[in-house]
């Protein structure tokens, strides 16, 4: 399936931000939008380095496109839908009635591929859209990882960093294996090495609680 053009990439990106909350003091700390952009650029990084193993499989232009849409409305009451996954699948659905019916139903599957129960993933698409959306768990610094798993932490309640360390070692544990089983099919060993050696790095680093303070700051 041929790219979609920039602009209309940029078109459809567009979209999807009135369906977010915009950073700031009302907005959820981490799933806002500042979430999504984010996930729009490591989902960008997945797909360039996704073409060494695969050449054109994953249809980056798609990519970016569920990427912008994977948590819309995540603020609101699911209103019936059975996940916020496919809440967002489904406003992204309605959203973009240009697409093709091929083209919204691997937006819809992509988005909703980031489950985190989900496993096997249904698509290479689903699998990038999945690690992108998990990002920061594998940022390159240890202060970006830090800083999104506090914004995380306020979500979860203000856990004590015991706590957030477990469970955040925990999900770590969980990625590493589905790295080998699913990351595997669409980045080259070298990528996939050096993605995990960020993984382990930002764990140990957090494990030794670096960067957090005797009183749970950090």
């Known amino acids: 399936m041929s790219e979609l053009p920039r602009e209309q990439v940029e078109e459809y990106v567009g979209r999807a931000q009135q369906y977010y ?5 009302e907005a ?15 989902a960008d990084d997945l797909a360039c380095k ?22 819309a409305g995540y603020h609101v009451p ?7 996954e496919y809440r ?4 992204a659905h309605s959203a973009m009635p240009e697409l093709s019916g091929e083209e919204l139903g691997i937006v819809a599957a992509s988005i909703i591929d980031t489950t ?5 993933k249904l ?18 610094g240890y202060e970006v990882f830090l800083d999104s798993l506090g914004k995380m932490r306020e979500e979860w309640g203000a856990p004590s960093w015991n706590e957030t360390v477990a469970r955040t070692t925990a999900f770590a544990e969980q990625l590493l ?17 050096v993605w995990v050696a960020r993984l382990e790095t930002n764990i140990a680093f957090l494990q030794a609680g670096r960067g957090i303070d005797e009183n749970n700051r950090y």
């Open 177 to 193: 294996q589905e790295a080998q089983s699913d990351l595997a099919r669409i980045l080259t060993a070298e990528d996939l090495e």
């Open 116 to 120: 985190v129960s989900n496993h096997p």
């Open 28 to 42: 959820l700390p981490y799933h806002n939008w500042g979430h999504a952009v984010d996930v729009y650029w490591h």
């Open 21 to 25: 909350q915009m950073p700031g003091p």
């Open 123 to 140: 698509s290479n698409q689903g699998i990038a859209l999945h690690f992108a959306d998990i990002g920061y768990m594998a940022a390159p």
């Open 78 to 84: 699911l209103e019936g839908f059975p996940t916020k």
């Open 88 to 91: 967002s699948a489904a406003l």
């Open 50 to 71: 996704s073409r060494r193993k695969l050449g054109s499989q994953v249809n980056r232009s798609l990519l970016l496109v569920a990427a912008a849409w994977h948590d």
